[in-house]
């Protein structure tokens, strides 16, 4: 079965340096996503991406991060400065059009 | 707005009990209402889905039903397993461009 990958697995970074957190979603979806999850509390909602531009974002998505398809495969969130509270797991989800999601295993970060 | 409240946990169960997760939403259209479920270490996975009032969506054993009357969906399962110890989120979506997730309700299931 198609799933979502990314990488890496775990990313650990100073405070103030930009991040890169990249995906691949499944192939012939549309419509992607990137979620946060600080440990051990609820998912957050960062962004939705489709016809490569952004559909929605959330308060969360200021103007640190940027979402980018750069070569119709890959799906990278950048964190141009990162700071403490940026520590979590960053999920990445692909989805078909009638509302599938499917999720990759997740980015942790960690901001020191 | 648009949101979701989730039963709190964790919720500790034998083998073969009966579980019940709570979930209500707000929503200012129809939305689509999913759970997901997360193991330790892992993304969420799909459980199940209804997409219109009335509709049941079931998979694994668990079922929930989409009722507008008492916005609820309410999870459920007849007898649970080991294996169904996880993190449990309930969501929605009303356009497809963003999903709105419950707090997640943690189950541990002991033989």
């Known amino acids: 079965e198609p799933e979502v990958t990314q990488t890496p697995s775990h990313q650990v970074t100073q405070m103030g340096q930009e991040v890169i957190l990249r995906c691949v979603p499944i192939?012939?979806?549309?419509?992607f996503y990137w979620y946060r999850q600080i440990l051990g509390q609820k998912v957050e909602f960062l962004v939705s991406f489709y016809n490569n531009e952004i559909s929605e974002k959330s308060e969360i998505f200021d103007d640190q991060f940027s979402v980018e398809r750069p070569d119709g495969s890959n799906f990278t969130l950048k964190i141009r400065s990162t700071k403490l509270e940026d520590s979590a797991m960053y999920f990445c989800?692909?989805?078909?059009?009638?509302?599938?999601?499917?999720f990759g295993p997740g980015t942790r970060l960690t901001v020191l | 707005g648009n949101s979701v409240t989730q039963m709190e946990g964790p919720v500790t169960l034998s083998e073969e009990a009966f579980l019940t997760i709570n979930c209500t939403y707000t929503?200012?259209?129809?939305?689509?209402l999913f759970w997901y479920v997360q193991y330790p270490g892992e993304g969420l996975q799909l459980l199940l889905k209804a997409t219109k009032a009335d509709d049941k969506g079931s998979n694994k054993g668990f079922e929930a039903t989409y009722r507008k009357e008492t916005t609820s969906f309410h999870l459920e399962k007849g007898s649970v397993q080991v294996s169904d110890s996880a993190v449990y989120f309930c969501a929605l979506t009303d356009t497809g461009n963003q999903f709105y997730f419950g707090t997640g309700t943690s189950l541990t299931v002991i033989p």
């Open positions: 192939s012939n979806h549309l419509y």
């Open positions: 929503a200012t259209g129809y939305p689509s």
């Open positions: 989800a692909s989805m078909r059009s009638d509302y599938t999601q499917y």
